[in-house]
Nanobody
Framework: EVQLVESGGGLVQAGGSLRLSCAAS????????LGWFRQAPGKAREGVSY????????DYADSVKGRFPISSDNSKNTVYLQMNSLKPEHTAVYSC????????????????????WGQGTQVTVSS
């Protein structure tokens, strides 16, 4: 059974940082597209970033480029999202998602392409 468990969310002041983790189990980690998504109240879910555990490819939403680096540790089956210089508009529930096959560069920000999702972790940024 595939399981994705996010952690690392919380309440932080504007300008602060958080590191989100997504621990995966139940599948072979080395050929997957793993995405981070967020959903703010009243808004649609949007893609934040992705990483291919096959070749390490990454991409980011324009709004977070240079601010939220993504990384993975295949030995720990874990993906990380380092969130720096946080702003109140970054407040949302952040979720990770997995798709078997590590060639997600063309569609990584489409939620419907992922088969498995974590439960999400709340990030709240105060002004």
């Amino acid at each position: 059974e595939v399981q994705l468990v996010e952690s690392g969310g919380g309440l932080v002041q504007a300008g602060g940082s958080l590191r989100l983790s997504c621990a995966a189990s139940g599948f072979t980690f080395d050929d997957y597209t793993l995405g981070w998504f967020r959903q703010a109240p009243g808004k649609a879910r949007e893609g934040v970033s992705y990483i291919s555990t096959r070749d390490g490819s990454t991409d980011y939403a324009d709004s977070v480029k240079g601010r939220f680096p993504i990384s993975s540790d295949n030995s720990k089956n874990t993906v990380y999202l380092q969130m720096n210089s946080l702003k109140p508009e970054h407040t949302a529930v952040y979720s990770c998602a997995a798709h078997r096959g590590g060639y997600g560069s063309d569609w990584w920000n489409l939620p419907g392409r992922y088969e498995d999702w974590g439960q999400g972790t709340q990030v709240t940024v105060s002004s």
